[in-house]
């Protein structure tokens, strides 16, 4: 039972091209986040999501496009990759609120190489 | 310049040995938490403290948030190879609508 899913979990894809990441958590939880890992480790929030609205916007390029269909899910679609892009993506859930609130669950992430 | 800054930035130790890593900040937070992620892997999270001055534990883990909510540590006692892996603060701000993840210690226990 996998709390925090995501796909795929590798991708490589060449510079231009257009690529999404797809994520879903069946924890109940109300916000979900993606993150950025660079290749010194460092966490990087981009998106936060709560009840499908948008929340959080970090300073992200605009090639990058978040979609919540429902509040169980939130898809990355990125236009126009280019080298830069290549780190691991991790999507988060968690509970808006109260003591837990921000106490995150990860999915596996996805590592996206740019060729 | 990071919100949170975590020292050391790398550890290596031999089995059976303490160590502890720091979290620290200029900025109060309303609570804080601690995550291990190991490598292929989303970090999962150990432990939440919201008190000042609070201590929890977890089997060999000892955490501490810092009397005035600014900082934090973590202390391993006989480290375990399956210790080994990267240990993340993150705080929830003072106002409770910002979150943010430390720059990470990346441990490495040796059998």
């Known amino acids: 039972d996998t709390a925090v899913s995501q796909t795929p979990k590798y991708l490589v894809t060449q510079m231009g091209n257009d690529k999404s990441i797809k994520c879903e958590q069946n924890l109940g939880h109300d916000t979900m986040y993606w993150y950025k890992q660079d290749s010194k480790k460092f966490l990087k929030i981009m998106f936060s999501?709560?009840?499908?609205?948008?929340?959080i916007n970090e300073t992200v390029p605009n090639r990058f496009s978040p979609k919540s269909p429902d509040k169980a899910h939130l898809n990355l679609h990125i236009n126009s990759l280019e080298l830069g892009d290549s780190a691991v993506y991790f999507c988060?859930?968690?509970?808006?609120?109260?003591?837990?609130?921000?106490?995150?669950?990860f999915g596996p992430g996805t590592r996206l190489t740019v060729t | 310049t990071q919100l949170l800054e975590q020292s050391p930035q790398f550890l290596s130790i031999q089995e059976g040995e303490n160590l502890t890593v720091y979290c620290n900040s200029s900025?109060?937070?309303?609570?804080l938490q601690w995550y291990r992620q190991e490598p292929g892997e989303g970090p999962v999270l150990l432990v939440t403290v919201v008190t000042g001055g609070e201590v929890k534990k977890l089997k060999r883990l000892t955490f501490q948030f810092g009397d005035a909510r600014k900082d934090s540590s973590l202390h391993i006692t006989a480290a375990q190879p399956g210790d080994t892996g990267l240990y993340l603060c993150a705080g929830v701000s003072a106002t409770g609508n910002q979150f943010y993840f430390g720059t990470g210690t990346s441990l490495t226990v040796i059998p």
């Open positions: 900025s109060v937070f309303s609570s």
């Open positions: 999501y709560n009840n499908k609205e948008l929340i």
């Open positions: 988060a859930s968690s509970l808006t609120g109260g003591r837990d609130f921000h106490e995150q669950y």
